[in-house]
């Protein structure tokens, strides 16, 4: 291979893994699985290892990942940062008011306040008597990256407050972004120095923020733009959102200055079409708009669902489109057999990143679009969605563009497959015995939520089934010491660690169990429920459709998967083996309706509890019949609140729910458990 081609190889690698990157870390969005971004790094490592010259320090090889978490401290934001519910169309936000006036119980005209979202990366800065002492990333919303001292470099985020009167600790919550300007001539240089290009502002932010060394992150045209509040202690603050913003602004924190507030849905909708028309025009990228009630008396009354407030609302702009033509069909198999033609794309930048994969879904959606290889095709990438092709350019089709065919058999394994009535999705019918379910399967069977067997990754997974050292999930058990050691990158320690954690996993509960085998339709809360139901997994085994749909959360397609899944005699023979290898459970003992003592209670969990896990707590209010709910209503019964118990406490404490601490927790389930 010639010089320009092995550099041409080169470039095109790092940027299709640093899209990869971008998607999985920071969209959590991944478009390929593992094995398939395994092969892109091994073979660009391989190129570098034997090119050393065309090293660079933006190579993907020169660091841990596009997110290294483990490059900083880690915070708990004391309240949460939580996402926003979208809307895509008037309708949608003709709803949204009509849901909040439902919930207020009032007809009365709303005010928002309407701010452009901004393309970047929410943070949280913490100032204690006006000085900066914390800036965090959002990370999950509950738990986020010490940045302090990257934040600290950003031009206009204020070390120490303007004016006076601020509480003495206060949190600014806001948005890191590169302007349009910045990030070109950012561009321009990486392009003179011969290195890779960033794909649009936000990764170029976002990548800036987490820089281990705060120099080069100062050396990057970062700006901070502020539009929420989060924790205030011994002070006071206005009492609307816009009034807020004016506050932060005479601080001297920057605010948007194309802010406005707005009475009632028409005039978000005005609002919406003047920053439609007015997008391009902007210094920086935004994907929409954000509009919140403006007033924080209703924000409090109206709440918050799952990790959304009711009050707010992210409307974006219409889906961004692009042509591109349509190369190849690939086929993968996905951990419950599904087998899904993946379209490979000419590489198009669209939607604010740079596009090579589309989803097709099924055949059937082929066929409705009457698409072939070859084709000029339009694709759709709306909001942080895998993009889709929406239409082909029949008028633009190539002589020798190819119909695409669904394998008559398994593109992994060459086993049959099959389509089951009433489904669109053609499945392999190999299970364990497919090499692409069995890696998928015995991922999700060490699994925290299933097995919880620490120390076995992904990566481990994929080359013990490579190695044939592991053909079956009994196999896991079977493993030896030296069969580890004598791997790549592992050695005795990390051996025996492995080792120990799957003796330890053999200790387990039933429920736990039945969601680690897989089975299609099989949740946690359903496995938790059937579980409970009938105690035993023989029992569970020999069940009928009729009897698993006495189960609550198990409907036709959930018992008729359970019933298929038990017919089988070599999935019978594997938990046989498993049992057989030490893999067991305390007895669940099986009660009656009448013997469930919380039953009809509705309870809710919230904060940090110190002696088990809210998981553990939610497990045994439910073996006692309560229903354990996400978010606190009339309907609430009690509400247990330990440290850092934020809006739902306040909640509780608003409409009279009793609320009770982790020892009159523990004190009242020593009442009922024996």
């Not at 990030?183 to 392009?191: G, R, S, Y």
């Not at 990548?207 to 509040?229: I, V």
């Not at 190849?328 to 794309?345: M, N, S």
Request: charged share 30%; glycine share 6%.
């Amino acid at each position: 291979m010639v010089a320009d081609e092995i550099t041409q190889e080169t470039n095109k690698l790092r940027e299709e893994i640093e899209t990869h990157n971008y998607r999985y870390y920071v969209l959590d969005d991944p478009q390929v699985p593992d094995a398939e971004y395994d092969r892109l790094m091994n073979r660009l490592k391989e190129i570098e290892g034997a090119h050393p010259e065309l090293i660079v320090p933006s190579s993907p090889t020169q660091r841990v990942g596009a997110k290294p978490v483990d490059d900083f401290e880690t915070v708990k934001h004391e309240i949460p940062m939580l996402s926003l519910d979208n809307a895509f169309g008037e309708q949608d936000m003709v709803d949204f008011e009509k849901r909040i006036k439902d919930r207020l119980k009032s007809d009365a005209e709303l005010e928002f306040c309407c701010e452009p979202k901004l393309d970047g990366l929410a943070i949280s800065l913490m100032y204690e008597n006006g000085e900066l002492v914390r800036g965090a990333t959002r990370g999950d919303g509950a738990v986020g990256e010490d940045i302090t001292l990257n934040a600290r470099t950003i031009s206009n985020v204020p070390l120490k407050l303007r004016a006076s009167g601020w509480p003495q600790l206060v949190e600014v919550r806001g948005e890191v972004y590169m302007p349009k300007a910045g990030f070109e001539k950012l561009n321009k240089q990486q392009a003179e120095k011969g290195e890779k290009l960033f794909v649009n502002p936000r990764n170029a932010a976002a990548g800036a923020l987490r820089q281990k060394d705060p120099s080069l992150t100062a050396k990057r045209p970062l700006q901070f733009c502020c539009y929420s509040l989060g924790l205030v202690q011994n002070g006071e603050m206005p009492d609307t959102q816009i009034e807020i913003l004016n506050t932060f602004k005479s601080w001297g924190l920057k605010t948007n200055p194309d802010t406005q507030v707005v009475k009632g849905v028409d005039g978000c909708l005005d609002y919406y079409s003047q920053m439609e028309q007015k997008r391009n025009q902007l210094d920086y990228e935004i994907d929409g708009l954000v509009f919140k009630i403006n007033s924080l008396a209703l924000q409090q009354e109206l709440g918050f669902v799952s990790r959304a407030p009711r009050w707010a609302i992210a409307h974006k702009f219409p889906a961004q489109e692009e042509m591109t033509i349509l190369e190849k069909v690939e086929f993968q198999v996905g951990r419950t057999g599904a087998i899904t033609p993946v379209a490979r794309l000419k590489p198009v930048f669209v939607g604010g990143v740079t596009v090579s994969n589309a989803t097709l879904h099924n055949s059937d959606e082929i066929a409705r679009l009457g698409v072939m290889e070859g084709d000029t095709v339009v694709i759709r990438r709306a909001g942080d969605v895998i993009p889709q092709i929406v239409k082909v350019i029949e008028e633009k089709r190539p002589d020798d563009a190819s119909e695409i065919k669904f394998p008559d058999a398994c593109p992994v394994c060459d086993s049959a497959v099959e389509r089951v009535e009433g489904e669109a999705v053609v499945r392999c019918t190999a299970g364990l015995f497919c090499e692409a379910q069995r890696k998928e399967g015995i991922k999700h069977f060490v699994s925290r939520k299933a097995m919880d067997i620490e120390g076995l990754g992904e990566k481990l997974i994929d080359v013990l089934v490579d190695q044939k050292l592991i053909t079956k999930l009994s196999d896991l058990y079977k493993l030896e010491k030296d069969q580890l050691a004598n791997l790549e990158r592992m050695a005795e320690k990390s051996a025996q660690n492995v080792l120990d954690a799957l003796e330890k996993s053999k200790q387990t509960t039933l429920p736990k169990f039945l969601y680690a085998l897989g089975i299609r339709e099989v949740g946690e809360a359903t496995a938790r429920n059937i579980a409970n139901h009938f105690g035993s997994l023989t029992d569970i085994a020999n069940a009928t459709e009729e009897q698993l749909l006495q189960v609550d959360d198990v409907g036709p397609v959930a018992s008729r998967h359970l019933v298929n899944f038990f017919s089988e005699r070599h999935n019978r023979d594997e938990i046989n083996e498993l049992n057989a290898l030490g893999i067991q459970w305390p007895t669940i003992e099986v009660k009656q309706d009448s013997e469930l003592p919380l039953k009809d209670q509705t309870w809710v969990v919230t904060g940090k509890l110190e002696t088990m896990g809210r998981d553990d707590a939610k497990a045994r209010l439910q073996a006692l019949g309560a229903k354990v709910a996400g978010s606190v209503s009339k309907k609430t019964t009690y509400l247990v609140a330990g440290p850092g118990a934020g809006s739902k406490l306040t909640k509780a404490t608003e409409l009279g729910i009793e609320v009770m601490d982790e020892q009159v927790f523990l004190d009242r389930l020593a009442q009922y458990e024996p």
